[in-house]
Structure formats: C-alpha cells, structure tokens
C-alpha cells in the first residue's frame, strides 16, 4: 500500500537538495544584468582589436640608428708641419707664434722641440687636440689671430703683436686689461692706451684667475713668503696673485709659468707701472 506522506516527504527532499546544488553553483560565476553570449566562467571577452605581434626584424630595436662605417666618419685634419720639417712656412708658423706670445725665438725654419712646445701650447689653450704637429684646423686658427709676417719678422728682427681685442670692462676708469690671447698688458685710463707689455700667467696646475679685480696694495721690493723668490713691482689684486716683474720670464720666455701670478719681463715698463697705479684701480683678466 502506498504511503503517500512517505511520497511527499521524499519529494520535498530531493526538491530541497536541487535548491542547494543550484546556489552552491552561483559562487564561480560574476552576477551580470545583462546576458553575455558565453556564459563559460573561464572564457576572457574576446579584444575589439588585436595588435599584431611584431616579426623578429621589428622587434629588434628599430630606432637603434646603424653605427656609420669607417667611410662616413670626417676624416681627420691634413697635417701640414710637423716636428722635423724644414722651410719657410715653418718659419713663418713661428713669427705668427711670436705675434701673440707663443714663440720667444728667433725664427729659423727649423720644426724643433721649441716650436714643438709652442704649438702644443696654442693647441691646448684653444681646446684643440695637442699634438705639436701643425694640421689644418690648428693653422686656420693661427691665421685668424694673426697677420702676415713682415721680412723683419721672418728674420727675427722685429715682432708686430696684434692689438688685443679690449674688454668692455676696461673702457671705464684706470684698468690694467690684461689679456691672456695676446699675452699682454695694457695700461688704460678712461678707455685710452697708455702703455702695453708682454705678460706671462700661470701654468694649468696654478692658473691665473679671470674676471674683475682691484688692486688691493703694491709692493716694490717684495718677497714671495711662500716660494721664497722675488716679486719686484708687485701689485696685488686677487689673493697672493699679482702683476710684477720676472727674471725668469726675461731669461726663459715663455718657455717657463708662473705660480698664478701676471709675470712681466720688461723692468722698466712695470716700473712706470707701479709709479702709475694706485691701490683701488681696476684689473681685468680676460681670454
């Protein structure tokens, strides 16, 4: 005999048991209001899109530029004098050299270690590479701060310095412009030259300060504390550097530096000067 309560306590369980598999089955999947055309929990929505995967060309660092080849590099500067040479142009690199400072010899024609040392020189004081053979570029250079030698010059009888291209700084006031591209002092007063001479500055390891100075005080019989060598005519304008009388640059040239100093060679002209000068004037170092 069937037992209908028994029926119906079976059904409302195997009802209650489809309920739970349903709800435990909603946890894997995201609530949506709209209806999605793959309802698989693991499917990712297909790109709109899709960028195309690049070749192996294309990707191997396209805006590298290619390194030029040996062909296409500039060549470097023609090599006109040289250490060993002989001749007239060797002698007239070296009354240009004179010109500005860089030669304290009689031009004789002859590429020598004298002439090697004055190129080297002018080379590194205007960034060039130091080599002490006279190229192009070093030359071209040389023949725009200078003018053709005179026969006097290319004898050694004479040497005809450019003028020294003025600072502005020394059109006003009592200045001592000094210039380390012609390697020269002049003595001004309200923007007219009363005097110039020869000058030499320190070397790279102790170089001469550029700017504007004053002339803080003079001494005519001094004594370097520090290297213990004299400083006749000294006047002091930046520290312990000063402008003043050297032997060593009257014996040796520019063959020698100072310790920072503006060392002048002519005795009698810094002697004027210090007559002349006054604690408080101006002083300008320029290139």
């Known amino acids: 005999m069937f037992d209908k309560s028994a029926g119906t306590r079976t059904l409302a369980a195997v009802a209650a048991l489809l309920v739970a598999v349903v709800t435990a089955g909603c946890k894997a999947e995201a609530a949506t209001d709209a209806p999605t055309t793959d309802s698989r929990p693991s499917a990712a929505p297909a790109p709109s899109a899709p960028s195309p995967t690049p070749s192996a060309s294309e990707s191997a660092a396209p805006s590298k530029?290619?390194?030029p080849s040996p062909s296409t590099q500039a060549p470097a500067p023609k090599v006109l004098m040289a250490p060993g040479a002989k001749g007239e142009q060797v002698r007239e690199l070296q009354a240009r050299l004179a010109q500005i400072g860089w030669f304290d010899d009689r031009p004789t024609g002859n590429y020598g270690p004298v002439t090697t040392a004055s190129v080297k020189g002018f080379q590194g004081k205007r960034g060039l590479?130091?080599?002490?053979?006279?190229?192009?570029?070093?030359?071209?250079?040389?023949?725009?701060?200078?003018?053709?030698?005179?026969?006097?010059?290319?004898?050694?009888?004479?040497?005809?310095?450019?003028?020294?291209?003025?600072?502005?700084?020394?059109?006003?006031?009592?200045?001592?412009?000094?210039?380390?591209?012609?390697?020269?002092?002049?003595?001004?007063?309200?923007?007219?030259?009363?005097?110039?001479?020869?000058?030499?500055?320190?070397?790279?390891?102790?170089?001469?300060?550029?700017?504007?100075?004053?002339?803080?005080?003079?001494?005519?019989?001094?004594?370097?504390?520090?290297?213990?060598?004299?400083?006749?005519?000294?006047?002091?304008?930046?520290?312990?550097?000063?402008?003043?009388?050297?032997?060593?640059?009257?014996?040796?040239?520019?063959?020698?530096?100072?310790?920072?100093c503006v060392n002048v060679r002519d005795k009698g002209a810094i002697a004027a000067l210090f007559d002349q000068v006054r604690t408080g004037d101006k002083v300008v170092v320029y290139w």
């Open 129 to 260: 590479p130091v080599t002490g053979s006279t190229d192009t570029v070093t030359w071209q250079r040389l023949l725009g701060m200078t003018t053709e030698p005179t026969r006097a010059e290319l004898d050694g009888k004479d040497v005809n310095k450019p003028k020294a291209k003025l600072d502005p700084r020394c059109m006003t006031g009592r200045v001592m412009c000094i210039s380390k591209t012609t390697r020269t002092l002049s003595w001004m007063i309200d923007g007219k030259v009363l005097s110039t001479m020869d000058v030499r500055f320190g070397s790279q390891y102790t170089p001469t300060r550029e700017g504007v100075f004053n002339v803080g005080w003079k001494s005519r019989d001094h004594v370097s504390t520090i290297y213990d060598t004299p400083m006749p005519y000294a006047m002091f304008f930046s520290g312990g550097q000063a402008v003043h009388y050297s032997s060593d640059f009257a014996a040796r040239g520019y063959n020698g530096a100072s310790h920072g």
């Open 65 to 67: 530029k290619p390194s």
